[in-house]
């Protein structure tokens, strides 16, 4: 394939200036061209690029930094259900066999569309390190950063990408979809900022990715269409932290299945594994999840999660959605497998149902052992089901519960074991 650089066509490296026109000039020729646009060693500044179905190589200490100006941003004709119009750096639609690859980095410079002196404060009093933790306030972001709407045959490879103001990448409706050895780092302030977002796509790849993030690490939902799954994904090999969720799985009225996880590591994170369905409408079926360790701290502020290293919960959820696609799910969680997998948490495995509406779910060869926490009173001990209305569901009896499932069909628990914070046994709780 024919290579276009950017700097044969006017775009000046290590200039401060925004080159948004040269740039989506040069991007447009190699549309005309079929040929694949290379960013050279050196920073660009830049607003909004269409990259049409023009594949993008950074080479080694190329940088593509992202204008802290919200003006330099437009809209891509995309209205996002939970996010509206929809705000990119970098986008793409219907495109067929782009890559977006190499050594280089994109920064996103998220957290300038933040107000770092206003953080979003719990009602409860906090030391300083506390509030040092706490999401900032938002002052008007672009929401979609890197954005590929019903994509084919897409790939993102070797990037780095730094501090996004909201959703680090986002797919949408996309298939053969492949994200390898991508690092993602978000800033640990900025809500919102997923590593990577997957609504109704078939046929994903992520692996060997490094992702610390403040929001989810990987996001797999149908957030944007909730009639169209999300299906048919491979997840492995990578290291994920994050100070909400580092894997959520479906979301209110989605619809995911077929998903494949091993071989990762959660470290440090606000949550581990999260599995989530609205009653009656959602649905996740058919998830495997092997050979995997998990870490968990609870964060001070308002994020997801409370230190649960695997939570499954199928409460009704309180949400903006006027038209629920369906309200007659009898099963919102089915067919699940968690399988060598250790657990160092600072909260048990939660698995909450509603009129047994979870079932089919296998833990085998799982160990469980809790941590002291610093921050866990400060919603009480008690699972975050979040966005439905809190409810208690860990006895209070001073034991040490490292499993507590409440409204399951069907639960086989075997070699499934765990520590209290003080070294005595954990207790497991059925309901």
Not at 172 to 183: K, L
Not at 233 to 240: A, Q
Not at 358 to 377: A, C, G, P, Q, Y
Request: with cysteine; charged share 20%; glycine share 8%.
């Amino acid at each position: 394939m024919k290579t276009i650089y950017v700097t044969d066509h006017g775009v000046i490296p290590d200039s401060n200036s925004v080159q948004t026109e040269k740039l989506q000039s040069v991007i447009d020729l190699a549309e005309k061209s079929g040929a694949e646009v290379c960013f050279p060693a050196g920073v660009y500044v830049t607003g909004t690029l269409d990259l049409h179905s023009v594949s993008v190589r950074l080479e080694r200490n190329a940088v593509l930094r992202a204008s802290e100006d919200l003006s330099d941003y437009r809209s891509n004709g995309y209205f996002h259900n939970e996010m509206g119009d929809t705000l990119s750096l970098l986008y793409s639609m219907n495109a067929d066999g782009i890559r977006l690859y190499g050594e280089g980095t994109i920064d996103l410079r998220g957290d300038s569309f933040y107000d770092k002196n206003k953080p979003a404060l719990p009602e409860a009093a906090l030391t300083e390190e506390q509030i040092a933790e706490c999401p900032y306030t938002c002052t008007g972001r672009p929401n979609q950063p890197i954005f590929f709407y019903r994509a084919k045959n897409i790939t993102v490879s070797g990037i780095t990408i730094l501090n996004a103001p909201c959703w680090t990448m986002s797919f949408i409706e996309s298939e053969n979809v492949r994200v390898t050895d991508v690092t993602v780092k978000g800033h640990p302030n900025v809500p919102n900022n997923d590593g990577m977002h997957f609504c109704s796509c078939n046929g994903v790849l992520i692996r060997g990715c490094n992702i610390d993030t403040a929001d989810d690490c990987i996001a797999l939902s149908a957030i944007t269409d909730w009639n169209k799954p999300c299906e048919n994904v491979v997840i492995s090999d990578c290291m994920m932290r994050s100070f909400s969720k580092a894997l959520s799985i479906g979301y209110m009225h989605s619809i995911v299945r077929n998903v494949t996880i091993t071989n990762c590591t959660i470290r440090d994170s606000n949550r581990g594994i999260c599995i989530m369905a609205s009653k009656g409408s959602g649905i996740v079926e058919n998830i495997t999840v092997s050979n995997m360790v998990i870490d968990t701290r609870v964060r001070a502020g308002n994020w997801w999660g409370n230190g649960e290293p695997i939570f499954i919960m199928t409460t009704y959820h309180h949400n903006y959605v006027d038209a629920v696609p369906r309200t007659d799910v009898k099963y919102s969680v089915r067919n699940i497998i968690f399988s060598g997998i250790v657990c160092h948490s600072e909260n048990a495995v939660g698995l909450i149902g509603v009129d047994k509406n979870i079932t089919d779910i296998i833990f085998r060869d799982v160990i469980v052992h809790l941590k002291e926490s610093d921050n866990i009173m400060l919603k009480g001990r008690i699972f975050d089901v979040a966005p439905s209305e809190p409810v208690d569901i860990i006895p209070n009896d001073g034991k040490s519960y490292i499993l507590v499932s409440r409204n399951v069909e069907k639960l086989t628990l075997s070699n499934v074991y765990g520590y209290g914070a003080d070294g005595g046994q954990g207790v497991i709780s059925e309901f």
